[in-house]
């Protein structure tokens, strides 16, 4: 058996990362490693008031922890979503705005408790599709059970804005007896995977014009609160993170916890849930299914005395009907992500494969 290995810091084969330069490039909002680099070297030095560049302190999460809520933990998270084209199988851009945000706030062990919306508008855009998001973004919210509280809206001039842009912010509240972080994964610890991957990102391809597949593939957008909710009450403590694996895919969730929690994850590529239609689209593209979004599952990692208990719990519900296991967690080395494979060797963008995928 053949393994092969994914880092954060290794760049992408089909897509190389860019030379140093002072300009901001689209693999910047990737999520992967230019992404990490513009965050330690510019934002968090600039925004923290420290001298230079260096890498960042603690683990960046989903969602912040605000200080001095005592034992109930209110939690803070907010995302923008830009996605090309405003509509695509399965969701838009208002319904993906409002499960995005719920899902920040889940994999933290939480449950929203109120959103906030934020629109950018260009000028020019008709009011029609303007209503058709607006209505998504009310039941999108309502369908899971928060309110929108407050919002913004902007209107710029034609061109200076692609039709619409979107910022959801989110408040929450920690479930009880769940404390999940970026950190806290542990030797031992259980892979999970709630469902297939890649759903989202090919769905978003599929719907833009120079693609011939959309209509075979629709975005798993949804809100995953439910389903952790269901993973708290079976696992506790013994659910150590959550990530949904969004930009940058499978491969960036687990690279980054691997970063985090200074472990080497073990995976068996061939449990990997892949629709057989995604598989074929990232053939027919030369994309790394490993690198493309989902908006509708989480990886977990569990203590294994429990994983058993918590795939069983997961597999009860909608959300996880499809959850699997497919790795497990070592010490060494850390920081590495192995993946047994038979045939190619793929590594973590550094890079997006396709931009505007969210």
Do not use: Y
């Amino acid at each position: 058996m053949q393994h092969r290995t994914v880092h954060a810091d290794v760049p992408s084969v089909q897509f190389p990362p860019p030379a140093k330069s002072n300009l901001v490039r689209l693999g910047h909002g990737a999520g992967g490693g230019l992404s990490a680099e513009l965050l330690d070297d510019l934002l968090l030095p600039a925004l923290s008031g420290t001298s230079g560049p260096g890498r960042r302190a603690v683990p960046m999460e989903d969602a912040a922890v605000l200080p001095g809520t005592g034992d109930a933990e209110l939690l803070f998270t907010t995302d923008s979503f830009v996605v090309s084209p405003l509509f695509f199988p399965g969701g838009d851009i208002g319904s993906l705005a409002v499960h995005g945000i719920i899902n920040d706030i889940a994999m933290m062990g939480a449950r929203p408790t109120a959103l906030a919306v934020a629109l950018i508008l260009e000028e020019g855009l008709p009011l029609t599709i303007l209503d058709q998001v607006a209505r998504s973004i009310g039941w999108a919210a309502r369908e899971a059970g928060v309110a929108v509280v407050t919002g913004d809206t902007q209107v710029v001039n034609q061109g200076a804005v692609d039709r619409l842009f979107i910022t959801t912010t989110a408040l929450g509240t920690r479930l009880p007896g769940m404390h999940t972080a970026a950190a806290h994964t542990q030797p031992g610890d259980a892979v999970l995977l709630s469902g297939p991957i890649g759903l989202h990102g090919t769905a978003v391809l599929g719907a833009r014009k120079e693609h011939g597949f959309g209509s075979r593939i629709a975005s798993d957008t949804r809100p995953l609160h439910g389903l952790v909710r269901v993973m708290g009450a079976a696992g506790g403590t013994a659910v150590h993170t959550l990530r949904d694996p969004t930009r940058g895919g499978l491969a960036t969730a687990l690279n980054e916890i691997a970063r985090d929690s200074a472990v080497s994850v073990e995976v068996q590529e061939a449990a990997i849930p892949v629709p057989e239609p995604v598989a074929a689209a990232c053939d027919q593209l030369g994309l790394d299914v490993l690198e493309i979004a989902s908006a509708g599952c989480l990886v977990a990692f569990v203590a294994a005395s429990q994983a058993e208990n918590v795939l069983a719990a997961m597999r009860a519900t909608r959300e996880g009907e499809a959850a699997v296991p497919i790795g497990r967690v070592t010490d060494w080395p850390p920081g590495r992500v192995t993946l047994t494979a038979a045939s190619r060797v793929v590594d973590m963008p550094a890079a997006e494969q396709s931009p505007r995928i969210c």
